[in-house]
């Protein structure tokens, strides 16, 4: 962190544990400082309960500051502090309509002398009859303002999959697609979503099938998914379409948008962003992978339209006659991808011979970026156009990520 002070000490640069090292000794004073006021102002005994919000609550060196003086409790929303305090008065032996409201400020000249740790004489004046309350303000308002000059820090591990679901598109709010439930294989409190900790997360690149590796599997912390069905499946479709295990679901056969809420550390956006990209240029095409022949679609500049064939696999043949991978001669009609510096995209095919329709399935898959969140959706359609459409519905139906996370 650089800080210009004024002269003559100038610029100076600041270490991340210099600056660690600050902050604890800052609000150790300012908690400190500002209970004692509280105590001597009070004209019974304060019971020290201290609630705390805004993203520096999350550090561990502030709470540990104010769990000296009395149960510290981390709140996530600035208005549950609020109406907790609210309550806590309302409970009290006081008659609201009877309060005096705040004493006199009588020391004129020196009212906005600061106090010890910062505090000025006004502000002391201002609420030393309100109580524990005050605490929680300005704790608030002091952690608000250090998460504006810092960024908020990671979410601890306990709220990753709040945070992904509640990012995850809902039922209904993909036209014409309707959300599954799984049997087995989802979450034990979901039945639509499933869930994947650091140690199983799958990449986001090319076709999803493939583990998490690299610099994406270093910054990845969580994933959520749900998948969307067309309400046009036919009642005949394939086992893979109808299967209520989510591993036995087949994306091949029948039309579908795979979406996925991805959480990564906050200083692992960059990293991971880039290595999905370039593990995009080089995507494999083997028996392993579902969606093959990847096309990455350029953030500006001309789109490059879907693939023109199916890659078979090679078949081995005792002939001295070299093998010729067919080809489809279908060419599906392109939809169309809005790109953006947050967006990555790119197409791919299922081939016909391993596809669960029994023809080529054309996939489009969106990636946005979100704070820490990344956001993929992954159509799967007969044509291009379609996927392209899908794919595109299912990215403006995320939820906003929290503001905390950008």
Not at 98 to 110: E, H, K, N
Not at 235 to 256: I, L, R
Not at 359 to 383: N, P, Y
């Amino acid at each position: 962190m650089t800080v210009h002070l004024p002269r003559p000490v100038g610029r100076i640069t600041l270490s991340e544990q210099e600056v660690d090292a600050t902050g604890d000794r800052y609000f150790a004073t300012q908690f400190s400082d500002l209970l004692t006021r509280l105590d001597e102002s009070a004209t019974e005994p304060i019971s020290h309960r201290l609630m705390l919000c805004g993203g520096l609550a999350y550090d561990p060196g502030v709470p540990a500051a104010a769990r000296v003086h009395g149960p510290v409790k981390v709140m996530a929303n600035p208005q549950h502090v609020l109406c907790r305090g609210a309550l806590t008065f309302a409970a009290a032996a006081i008659d609201s309509t009877d309060d005096p409201g705040p004493r006199p400020i009588t020391d004129t000249d020196a009212e906005d002398e600061p106090a010890p740790g910062g505090i000025s004489k006004r502000t002391l004046a201002l609420f030393g009859g309100v109580g524990a309350s005050v605490v929680v303000i300005a704790v608030a308002g002091g952690l608000a303002l250090s998460a504006a000059m810092t960024g908020a820090p990671d979410f601890r591990e306990q709220e990753l999959p709040n945070v992904a679901a509640s990012v995850l598109p809902a039922n209904q709010s993909i036209p014409g697609m309707s959300l599954r439930s799984w049997t087995d294989g989802a979450d034990a409190t979901n039945a639509t979503t499933r869930s994947l900790s650091a140690a199983d997360a799958r990449s986001l690149a090319c076709g999803g099938t493939r583990p998490a590796a690299g610099a994406e599997a270093d910054g990845m912390r969580w994933q959520s998914s749900r998948i969307f069905v067309s309400d046009d499946t036919t009642a005949d479709a394939g086992a893979g379409a109808k299967a209520t295990s989510w591993d036995n679901f087949d994306p091949s056969a029948t039309t579908n948008v795979i979406v996925t809420a991805a959480i990564v550390g906050r200083d692992d956006r960059e990293s991971v962003w880039q290595d999905i990209s370039a593990s995009n240029q080089r995507c494999p095409s083997t028996k392993d992978d579902l969606v093959r022949t990847i096309v990455v679609i350029p953030q500006t500049g001309p789109d490059p339209g879907p693939p023109s064939y199916a890659q078979e696999i090679p078949v081995a043949s005792t002939s001295r006659t070299p093998t010729t991978p067919p080809t489809s001669t279908t060419r599906a009609p392109q939809g169309g991808v809005t790109m953006s510096t947050q967006r990555q995209a790119w197409r791919g095919l299922t081939p016909a011979s391993v596809s669960g329709t029994g023809t080529d399935m054309h996939v489009t898959c969106v990636l946005d970026i979100d704070g820490v969140v990344l956001k993929r959706s992954c159509a799967t359609a007969e044509d291009s156009g379609t996927a392209d459409h899908l794919a595109q519905q299912a990215a403006v139906a995320f939820n906003p990520a929290p503001e905390i996370t950008r």
